[in-house]
Every structure is written in structure tokens, then in C-alpha cells.
């Protein structure tokens, strides 16, 4: 007799789980609507004072005051992981030092001369696990 994996399912995490989950990766994408379409960049990412600060290769003239962050793990092969997303204002660093600073610490991507870092505000950080369900 054989046994089907137990079923997948989403379970929320807490504010400071999901702080935590973010806080301990370096990897995610930068998601924006600059004029009514959907833009996602990867980028990468330092949590400090209670602010997010992404690196990332988008025009800085075409990051709205508004942004999202999206941060996973998902392992493919069991469908189990976690995911969080960051909301809230955002403003590209334009101090010539910190960002010097930035670009030396957080490794990017460049797409011609679109190399832009960031520091977003968040409002809301939202996570969850994605877990099979107890048998």
C-alpha cells in the first residue's frame, strides 16, 4: 500500500518570524509599478535600523515612492519553504558615500547604467511557511 505525501499548506508566521526570515537572507526582488505594469528586478539586500536597503538593477528615476520586496526559499522537490514580503515608502540613497558603501557590500547586477540602491520603509513585512500538513 502506498502512502501520498501529506498535503501542502500555507501557515502565517509572526511579524518578528518574518523580520527574522528576512533579516538572515541576502537575495530577493524588487517589486514595483512604475506606470501601470508590473516591474520585478532581483536584487540584493541589508536589513538595518528597522529599514531595508536594496541594491538592484532598475532606473532610480523609475522607483516609485511606494515599493515592495519580495524574500523566499522554496525547495522545489518537497514544495515546503518559507516566503515574506516588505511594503512601504522607498527612496533611492543619493548620498555619493553611502551608496559607494552599499555597492561595496551588497554584490549586484548591473543592466547597462542601471545600478540603483535603495532604501525602503517598510510598512507591512507579511510571511509565511509552506509546510505539509500533519497526517
Known amino acids: 500500500m502506498s502512502t501520498s505525501p501529506a498535503p501542502l499548506r500555507m501557515v502565517e508566521v509572526s511579524g518578528a518570524e ?52 519580495h524574500v523566499d526559499e522554496i525547495r ?3 514544495g515546503t519553504g518559507w516566503t515574506v514580503t516588505a511594503s512601504g515608502r522607498a527612496e533611492v540613497i543619493t548620498d555619493r558615500d553611502e551608496a559607494a558603501h552599499y555597492r561595496r557590500t551588497l554584490s549586484g547586477w548591473t543592466y547597462g547604467p542601471h545600478d540603483t540602491v535603495l532604501r ?7 510571511g509565511f511557511r509552506l509546510a505539509r500538513a500533519e497526517a
Open 18 to 69: 518574518a523580520l527574522w526570515l528576512l533579516e538572515g537572507s541576502s537575495l530577493g526582488r524588487l517589486v514595483y509599478v512604475p506606470r501601470d505594469v508590473t516591474v520585478i528586478r532581483p536584487a540584493r539586500h541589508v536589513w538595518e535600523y528597522g529599514r531595508l536597503v536594496v541594491r538592484t538593477p532598475a532606473p532610480a528615476t523609475a522607483v516609485p515612492a511606494t515599493a515592495t520586496y
Open 76 to 78: 522545489a522537490v518537497h
Open 120 to 126: 525602503i520603509h517598510p510598512q507591512t513585512v507579511t
